[in-house]
């Protein structure tokens, strides 16, 4: 079942079948209701379920003592109505009796704070104790379920690190020793000399000896310190995963595994996902509150995820209001839910489960809304739901197998980065902002945009930009090249390539490793703490253009031309914005941060030379395609009919009619054309 296609952006999530379905919790529930879900279910077009993610306690009620009967019994019953199971490692909600008898496997918090039981993750991923149980009762479910031909797959544990992405519990004092040991190859100097343990009188005497770093414990941490504890971080938790992943796929080779993320601490184009037959991504577009903002936000979040591994599987689409303690999401309108449903497919789902199938009546989230409510009335969700499910009749085999189109990517799905930017970030916006705000500007012009990582195919993409990425691996600099000589179109944001790979400062003139593909150097820079006090513009395409968060003075090799100047304080006239023809390539250097203005004003120039053409503005576009086919996803995000002019020849999926010479679309409504 394994893929053994390389992460890619590009990369098709291997799936035998569109898998569509809900997170369903049975165990929440009365016989007579229960006995009544899996028709309803079918009548949906469900083929497949999410269960036990949570319900350790009740499959091991005393330690050793297993009883899968429960679930052997719903398994059965939804098998007969054709819906199959996706099972859980129960691992993010150990038992009473587990925290009870081993408080050590509680995580502790940089405060000093250990976790109590009573809501969930509060167990430590590298505790050696905890460890055994999960591989126990992993083993326990994987064994017992090997031979059902129901069950189709498994997610590890669920949404690892969503509540506390750090422990500092003892166990993981002694496995961060162990991890820095293997690290230096046992060399103690080693680890000095890289963390520059030179200043502040940090030198380690021995790998024991190196704590956990905690911020504000006084003061600030050794930045290369701080980042090496995330990388272990994200190989604990990784190994954690393999131990259930071994286990599972040992008992039975036909199941895929996957997990849901996305959250910080996890590099999720390393080992991670590739253990992994593809990533999960769990999808609320509904945290955003702003309707205006929510369709955008949705887009990136999952172009983000496919930068990291490709396509991947949503194991939970919201399907209503979500509500915790202190939120309560607005409810989607009408044509709101299957319209997320869409974009998620549009741009990588796979497989597609909704969070959840019923409202709980009790417990945290017993207002975070399924597709019916709390009495199980099937209402306008459920209709809509049900409407997708029989569309997907058609769209989900038709998408399987494809990826999706990048003409513009902006560069997303590095762990470092992300990482070293979270331990210096001196106030300035994370990178991954930025690039929203070139990533938007595509997006919102109708071109086939996407992120993507600077080892990735690059070979469709004809301009991509890097946005202040401060660790830019010197090895990724030679095939960039071999791309730019191409014909590519590369756009360098300030402070990239600035620190190394143990987030200290490069030695070289900056921009470091890309100083000479760039053609240029970087004379001065300077944080702008408060534009409007010392306003800095530069001079783009005819318009003066404001900058913000920081500026860089550029000096210019003999072979690079300015593109815009400072105007502003003692920068005037200096340069700000270089460009460099490389082969048949440009390379752009932008000596600031990529604001909105200045991405707007930079991009529709960069556009042109790259040769890159806008789709269809207006609406949500989005091309799935491969050697055989293409798909046409069309969105309408607007409050009114848009009307599409000479869309693809072919035919809409959704109303099984030919294309005509224009295409309307009403308000939250879809297309999605196979072209001819
Ligand atoms: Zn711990």
Redesign the pocket.
């Given at each position: 079942m394994k893929t053994t296609l390389p992460l890619s952006h590009k990369r098709p999530a291997n799936f035998s079948r569109f898998w569509f379905g809900a997170a369903y919790y049975p165990e929440h529930w009365d016989e007579a209701t229960r006995a009544d879900d899996p028709a309803r279910m079918k009548a949906a077009g469900f083929n497949v379920v999410r269960l036990a993610e949570f319900s350790w306690d009740l499959m091991e009620p005393r330690e050793g003592q297993y009883d899968f009967s429960f679930y052997d019994e719903q398994i059965a019953r939804l098998g007969q109505a054709g819906v199959s199971t996706i099972l859980c490692t129960p691992t993010a909600a150990p038992p009473r009796w587990l925290t009870v008898q081993h408080p050590e496997i509680l995580?502790?918090n940089a405060a000093g704070v250990r976790m109590q039981h009573g809501s969930r993750q509060q167990a430590?991923?590298?505790?050696p104790v905890f460890r055994d149980y999960s591989r126990r009762i992993t083993q326990a479910m994987a064994g017992h379920f090997r031979d059902n031909p129901q069950v189709v797959g498994w997610q590890t544990d669920n949404e690892f690190y969503c509540h506390i992405d750090e422990?500092?519990?003892?166990?993981?004092q002694q496995?961060f020793g162990e991890f820095l040991r293997q690290k230096f190859g046992d060399d103690i100097g080693a680890l000095n000399r890289a963390w520059g343990t030179a200043f502040w009188a940090l030198t380690f005497g021995s790998f024991a000896a190196v704590l956990t770093p905690r911020r504000d414990q006084p003061t600030y941490p050794n930045p290369a310190h701080e980042l090496d504890f995330k990388r272990f971080l994200t190989a604990t938790v990784t190994e954690f995963q393999r131990e259930q992943v071994t286990i599972l796929r040992a008992e039975q080779s036909r199941w895929f595994v996957t997990h849901n993320g996305l959250f910080n601490n996890i590099d999720y184009r390393g080992e991670f996902t590739r253990d992994l037959d593809m990533l999960g991504y769990d999808c609320y577009p509904m945290f955003h509150f702003n309707p205006a903002e929510r369709a955008y936000s949705q887009a990136f979040n999952l172009d983000q995820t496919r930068a990291w591994s490709g396509n991947f599987i949503i194991p939970e689409q919201q399907s209503g209001p979500g509500g915790q303690q202190p939120y309560f999401h607005s409810n989607p309108e009408p044509g709101e839910l299957r319209k997320m449903t869409y974009v998620s497919i549009a741009r990588g789902a796979d497989s597609l489960l909704y969070f959840r199938w019923r409202t709980c009546r009790f417990g945290a989230e017993e207002y975070w809304c399924g597709i019916l409510d709390h009495d199980s009335v099937p209402r306008r969700r459920y209709a809509e739901v049900q409407q997708v499910g029989e569309e997907l009749q058609r769209v989900g085999p038709a998408v399987l197998g494809t990826h999706v189109r990048v003409d513009v990517a902006v560069a997303g799905g590095d762990f470092v980065n992300n990482a070293a930017h979270d331990t210096l970030p001196f106030g300035l916006p994370h990178p991954r902002h930025m690039s929203v705000n070139l990533h938007r500007h595509f997006y919102e012009r109708g071109y086939a945009v996407g992120l993507v990582h600077p080892t990735d195919d690059l070979a469709d993409v004809k301009l991509f930009c890097v946005p202040h990425w401060v660790v830019f691996d010197p090895a990724w600099v030679t095939p960039l090249r071999r791309w730019v000589e191409a014909g590519g179109v590369l756009v360098i944001g300030a402070r990239t390539a600035t620190r190394d790979a143990n987030n200290n400062v490069v030695a070289e003139t900056i921009p470091g490793s890309l100083r000479e593909l760039a053609g240029v150097t970087v004379e001065e820079y300077g944080k702008q703490n408060l534009p409007a006090a010392r306003p800095l513009r530069l001079t783009l395409t005819g318009k003066s253009v404001p900058t913000d968060h920081w500026y860089e003075w550029l000096q210019l090799d003999r072979d690079t031309k300015p593109l815009a100047k400072w105007k502003g304080r003692h920068l005037t006239g200096k340069v700000a914005v270089s460009t460099r023809r490389v082969g048949k390539g440009q390379v752009i250097y932008v000596g600031t941060y990529f604001t909105q203005p200045v991405a707007d004003a930079l991009l529709p120039a960069l556009t042109k030379l790259a040769g890159v053409k806008s789709l269809w503005p207006g609406v949500e576009v989005v091309c799935r395609q491969n050697a055989e086919k293409r798909l046409w996803f069309f969105i309408n995000h607007q409050e009114r009919t848009v009307t599409i002019k000479q869309p693809p020849r072919g035919v809409d999926l959704i109303t099984g009619k030919k294309t005509g010479k224009t295409l309307a679309l009403r308000p939250n409504d879809i297309a999605v054309v196979q072209a001819t």
């Open positions: 995580r502790v430590c991923v590298s505790s422990c500092h519990c003892p166990a993981c496995a």
